[in-house]
């Protein structure tokens, strides 16, 4: 099981340019981003530090798109990566969850999340060794990539329900059940905690990417260049007539500082 002070990368499958999900019963990548969106909540209500490698950009070709995936959680070096995926064949009898891997590791979270996923009534298809995967070849730590469910399964597709899918993947990572806290002491605790990085790269005038992470912010008519890691985390540089010539870090945790 996964010690608390995990860091986990969700990888919600599919969903930019040449990288696109099945259609079948259900849809694919729109099952992924409901049950994936449980997962990661979950996951966070429970302590655990989460970390979404889903690409943010939405024209990538089907490599660039792996690779993102993988780089990230890469950089962020996490204890776990987890594809998030949902299953089709042409075959319409074909139904049940598998888990994919090709690591010791990843074997033993791929048996208990089958094990959780198949107490929801989804036939144990089991954990699957593929080592023909970029996910799970490329990551530098264990990985799996979860099918819960053929989409084109009827049977499948209409025992779909995004919570309960998520709740049984979470404890099938950790143990754990997650979602058992009333939303009123989840509230009282977020007042707390710091904002969840977000490598979003803002869609606005004067944004210029830096390959995969970062980005540098141009703001012209404030005579000011912020350079971002990510959202939170950056360095703002000034030299304005009203606002002044300075120099501040901003960091996801620690806030602002102002140091010339
Ligand atoms: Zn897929």
Known sequence: MLPLNSKIAIDLGHGTGGDRGAN?????EKIIREYGKFVIDGL???GYTVYDVTPTKNNLTLSQ?????VNMANY??????VSLHGNCFEKESANGCE???MSTKGKE????????????GYFNRGARFRN???VLKHTSMPAVLIEPLFISNKADSNRYNAKDIAKTIIKGI????AFQKKSEEVKTENKESYPSIDHTIPNFEGIVPFGDIGYVQIIPNRGRIDLHLDKYNYISIQDDEKEGNKVWITTRTKGTKQII
């Open 76 to 81: 962020y070096k996490v204890d776990l990566f």
């Open 24 to 28: 079948g019963f259900l849809n694919e």
């Open 132 to 134: 023909d995967l970029y």
């Open 109 to 120: 979270y791929s048996d208990r999340i089958c094990k959780e996923i198949s107490s929801l």
């Open 65 to 69: 798109s792996l690779t993102y995936r």
């Open 44 to 46: 966070r209500e429970l």
């Open 99 to 101: 888990v994919l891997y």
């Open 174 to 177: 950790t143990g754990k059940e």
